[in-house]
């Protein structure tokens, strides 16, 4: 402000605070089909998440709907979910992939 060749000025503080932004699906998985009695198959899960505040997820399995067809695991080091499959088995299985951000906000 000026007031008669007079200036003050005043100073103010802007704080802009962290928030832990959600994980997001960037890239959908494709649907695996196989042969009865195949090997165990690998799925490259680099990529399908992303978390904006931090490239470091935990990756489950959060939910199957046929555990005894197909065994699922997350190897969360090299980013791919190993499926091993029953001997003499077919069928369906669904599987849910969750991605949990592992970031605190302080």
Same mark, same amino acid.
């Given at each position: 402000? #000026?007031?008669?060749? /007079?200036?003050?000025?005043?100073?103010?503080?802007? +704080?802009?605070?962290?928030?832990?932004?959600?994980?997001?699906? @960037? @890239?959908?998985?494709?649907?695996?089909?196989?042969?009865?009695?195949?090997?165990?198959?690998?799925?490259?899960?680099?990529?399908?998440?992303?978390?904006?505040?931090?490239?470091?997820? +935990? +990756?489950?399995?959060?939910?199957?709907?046929?555990?005894? &067809?197909?065994?699922?695991?997350?190897?969360?080091? @090299? =980013?791919?979910?190993?499926?091993?499959?029953?001997?003499?088995?077919?069928?369906?299985? =669904?599987? /849910?992939?969750?991605?949990?951000?592992?970031? #605190?906000? &302080?």
């Amino acid at each position: 402000a #000026t007031s008669g060749g /007079q200036a003050v000025a005043t100073f103010i503080s802007v +704080i802009v605070q962290p928030v832990n932004d959600v994980v997001t699906v @960037r @890239r959908a998985v494709a649907a695996v089909t196989v042969n009865e009695d195949n090997a165990p198959l690998e799925v490259d899960l680099a990529g399908v998440f992303v978390d904006v505040d931090s490239s470091l997820e +935990i +990756i489950s399995v959060s939910e199957h709907s046929n555990s005894e &067809l197909v065994a699922a695991a997350v190897d969360l080091e @090299r =980013q791919v979910l190993v499926l091993t499959f029953t001997a003499d088995a077919s069928g369906v299985a =669904q599987l /849910q992939l969750t991605a949990t951000s592992v970031d #605190t906000i &302080l």
